[in-house]
């Protein structure tokens, strides 16, 4: 059976690719919501109408889809967004924010014009001018310092000879001139780097104070905006009163005391979905929260997210409370009998205040967007080889919310799903081959290759900035700071590793690159590229290593692989198109 009918049949069963889940307050009971396939289609709808309209895209935040049952038994999609749009917290056709907000409009208001003005200042400051004069001249003197230093270790070394000449040739007063001079000598060069250090300090250390200064600054409005989040967030939550499916009305800080509530509970998708359908009489059948414009942290657009640990967890139990079992047999998130109908279509509201629209539910849509998520490149009995998009990690991570991944997909999608296990990993940022193994015996002849350095990786990347040597290999030890992971650093007490590096081409500013990795340290090809001692030019997208330019994502992809089949002895060569 192909790919594309065990697909079709899993996704006609309705697969759970995550629950929201939490327990009943009162009964301790298990409460679950799924986020079906069904639904994840339904909301990579919504993602090409939030696409076509730039208002979505100005600022980036969590947007979410509920799908309910009506009480005639018919479907409807409620959506929602997180926090504030474009300084609006409630808009026509989206779910409104829950209730209290009002009692504390003018208060919000003055403290987010005070935030925003922090945030400017902030921002202002992030680019101080002098941060990147400072690493100019600090680069230069360490330069002039080493080669000082390089030069007079020379000398020192010639004058050692020649010492050991005058004492074997000359005596007396002639041998004490003749050392005097090389003494003299070493006494110019001790004078020469003292000047050269105190050149150094004298650019550098107003720079240095400039930029502490600034720092303490940073750190001053920092701690304003904590504290102002702070206030505004405890008036909300006495305000806020959430209801669940027993009709229970509560207020955040019933919900969570204790006063550890961070910024921001109460204003995501799930909470205002829920609490919407359970004060409309409707049943939730599954539930998708997902990240639209502007990357920030860990959240990339077009990406899927579970409930939030810190904010929607807790709440999650009392949420759910009451909510209607679904009749045996139901299988939620299953494709529906009824007609489908093709795109979004703003629907009249099947009862007063009810806020929705109709979804549609071709079974071609949701296979076309397991197929667009996560393409398979080649696949046999023995191994699995797909495109993984930028922003998917290549395993689970440890905790919910970093659950969705290639391999957790494959095991809900295949039926010997559970048997599929990562040969390697590519970063979260990197996009592009991806190889699994589906049993232990081809994994391991699999990994015996990669260890061996037998297999031939090719990754394209696009440089935000010129690099001036068109091809060389750049061998530097890489060392992850245990105090500041996943960061790593060219160190002494690091691993080897080496990476060959040809320029395909050159954009305007910015230049395309091939990495041929001959070792595989994690961020190794980042680190070459952003190192002063690598390349000295980093990935264009790498926020991690400094760069700021402007991008939708980490301009990195593991463009090709080959290597030999375990079982036809074959050499296999496969190829994924770079999407940059």
Not at 172 to 181: D, M, N, R, S, Y
Not at 193 to 216: D, F, G, M, W, Y
Not at 366 to 374: K, Q
Request: net charge positive.
């Amino acid at each position: 059976m192909d790919t594309r009918k065990r697909l079709s049949i899993k996704v006609a069963k309705g697969i759970q690719n995550y629950y929201y889940e939490g327990r009943c307050p009162q009964s301790g009971e298990l409460l679950r919501l799924p986020r079906t396939q069904q639904a994840e289609a339904i909301a990579y709808d919504l993602m090409q109408h939030l696409a076509n309209n730039h208002r979505y895209s100005d600022e980036g935040k969590m947007y979410g889809i509920l799908l309910v049952e009506l009480p005639n038994g018919e479907q409807r999609v409620l959506k929602a967004f997180s926090g504030l749009l474009n300084g609006n917290s409630a808009i026509a056709l989206w779910v409104p924010p829950i209730p209290g907000r009002d009692e504390v409009a003018l208060e919000e208001a003055r403290t987010l014009a005070k935030l925003e003005a922090i945030k400017q200042e902030l921002i202002t400051l992030k680019q101080l001018k002098e941060r990147q004069q400072y690493e100019t001249h600090s680069r230069k003197f360490e330069q002039q310092l080493q080669e000082m230093s390089d030069r007079h270790r020379d000398c020192k070394q010639q004058r050692h000879r020649k010492r050991q000449i005058l004492c074997e040739t000359l005596t007396g007063e002639a041998l004490t001139i003749a050392l005097e001079e090389l003494d003299e000598e070493s006494r110019r060069h001790g004078i020469e780097r003292r000047i050269l250090k105190r050149q150094q300090n004298e650019v550098l250390q107003p720079i240095k104070q400039l930029i502490e200064a600034t720092q303490s600054r940073i750190w001053e409005l920092k701690q304003q905006r904590k504290e102002l989040s702070r206030q505004l967030q405890t008036q909300m939550h006495a305000a806020y009163s959430l209801t669940n499916f027993f009709g229970q009305s509560l207020s955040l800080q019933q919900l969570m005391p204790g006063g550890s509530m961070p910024t921001g509970t109460g204003d995501c998708c799930a909470p205002k979905l829920l609490h919407y359908a359970a004060t409309h009489g409707l049943k939730p059948l599954a539930m998708a929260e997902f990240w639209w414009g502007s990357s920030s942290g860990d959240k990339i657009q077009g990406e899927f997210y579970g409930a939030c640990a810190e904010r929607c967890q807790p709440l999650m139990g009392f949420l759910l409370s009451g909510l209607p079992q679904m009749p045996t047999g139901y299988k939620p998130g299953a494709i529906q009998t009824k007609p489908a109908c093709v795109g979004w279509q703003i629907s009249q509201p099947a009862e007063a205040g009810l806020v929705c629209i109709a979804a549609p539910f071709r079974m071609s849509a949701i296979y076309a967007t397991l197929t667009r998520s996560l393409p398979i490149l080649y696949e046999d009995e023995w191994l699995i080889a797909v495109n993984k998009p930028a922003g998917l990690l290549s395993v689970p991570g440890r905790y919910r919310d970093s659950f969705d991944s290639v391999l957790s997909r494959l095991r809900h999608l295949l039926p010997d799903g559970m048997a599929i296990a990562s040969v390697h990993r590519l970063d979260r940022e990197t996009s592009g081959i991806l190889l699994l193994a589906r049993d232990r015996q081809t994994h391991r002849q699999l990994s015996q290759q990669f260890q061996q350095r037998q297999v031939h990786k090719v990754y394209e990347a696009l440089l935000s900035g010129s690099v001036t040597i068109e091809q060389g290999a750049i061998a530097l030890p890489l060392w992850g700071d245990p105090e500041n992971r996943p960061y790593q650093k060219v160190d002494e007490r690091g691993k080897a590793s080496l990476t060959r590096f040809q320029v395909i081409a050159r954009e305007g500013d910015w230049t395309r690159i091939e990495f041929i990795p001959l070792t595989g340290r994690t961020h190794q090809l980042r680190v070459h590229a952003a190192s002063p001692r690598g390349l000295g030019v980093i990935i264009l997208g790498d926020r991690l290593y400094g760069c700021r330019a402007t991008a939708s994502r980490l301009h990195l992809h593991a463009r090709e692989l080959r290597f030999v089949h375990p079982q036809s002895g074959e050499t296999l060569h496969l190829q994924a198109k770079t999407p940059f």
